[in-house]
């Protein structure tokens, strides 16, 4: 399969004083299990450095009662290429207060974390874009740069390319764009 897109949805407890600093989320190096606390995660007390990498992003918990998502699509693609590299998420605080978030237990399943991954399953069909002009100036500019899964230039059916950057000489204008959408 290949990962489009992956978000990590999670809820700060509405508890009083349940919200705190923001945290970093990074992988997890090391195996744990559910039990696991934050003095006996890896091989000593705390979360050391040799325990976590690849910083995903951060995880916000300021306001209590609220309900927010990290982008976690590099990790997913990462553990897709590697499975056995998958020993989830460590979220390290940015801050000295605690946060208080809904687990997996909680007892609203609305309220608990949620996983949510896009994917295509089987082989990815890509097709190259051309990026041309005519008369004097620059081509324009597509963004993104491909589709996942595809290589630069390259990009799935569907997929919502921007295009931007073609800049006329000077004396020059641009009058226009064309293209076909059935190639």
Known sequence: ATILSASLW????????????????YESLVTWLETVTWNTFGGDAGVNADEYAN????APATTAGTAYTVDVTASLQRWSANPSSNFGWVIRPTG??????WSSEYTTAADRPKLTVEYIS???QCYALTLSHTGQGS?????PTNSTGC???????GENISLSGAVPT??????GWTG????
């Open 151 to 157: 290589t630069t230039g390259q990009y799935v059916a």
């Open 55 to 58: 910083l995903i992003g951060q």
């Open 139 to 143: 081509d324009p500019v597509a963004s």
């Open 96 to 101: 000295t207060d605690g946060v208080k978030v």
């Open 180 to 183: 076909t959408a059935n190639d």
């Open 10 to 25: 999670y809820k700060v407890s509405s508890d009083a004083n349940a919200q705190g600093s923001t945290g970093d989320v």
């Open 122 to 124: 089987g082989t990815v």
């Open 170 to 175: 000077s004396g020059w204008q641009i009058s």
